[in-house]
Nanobody, 116 residues
Framework: QVQLVESGGGLVQPGGSLRLSCAASGFTFSTYTMSWYRQAPGKERVLVADISSFGRRTSYEDSVKGRFTISRDNAKNTVYLQMNSLKPEDTAVYYC?????????WGQGTQVTVSS
């Protein structure tokens, strides 16, 4: 059974940091590109960052470049999103996604709220 379980969300003040984790099971994690998306209230789900199967390539949405870092540990079947210098506009539900040709899996999401 495929599972992606996000954790690490919460309430943080502007300028603070959070580290999201996404633990995967039920598929060969190291063969999948992993991504983080976010969806703010009333808005579409958008890609935040992704990382290739062995972590050699990463990419970021412009608004998070220099603040967020995506990484993965294939030995632990886990992908991370380190979020620094958080802003109120980063408030959203954050989802992880696993993708390769012919297959795509989503987690249930974790809420991140940036507010004073």
């Amino acid at each position: 059974q495929v599972q992606l379980v996000e954790s690490g969300g919460g309430l943080v003040q502007p300028g603070g940091s959070l580290r999201l984790s996404c633990a995967a099971s039920g598929f060969t994690f190291s063969t999948y590109t992993m991504s983080w998306y976010r969806q703010a209230p009333g808005k579409e789900r958008v890609l935040v960052a992704d990382i290739s199967s062995f972590g050699r390539r990463t990419s970021y949405e412009d608004s998070v470049k220099g603040r967020f870092t995506i990484s993965r540990d294939n030995a632990k079947n886990t992908v991370y999103l380190q979020m620094n210098s958080l802003k109120p506009e980063d408030t959203a539900v954050y989802y992880c996604k696993a993708r390769r040709a012919g297959a795509e899996y989503w987690g249930q999401g974790t809420q991140v709220t940036v507010s004073s």
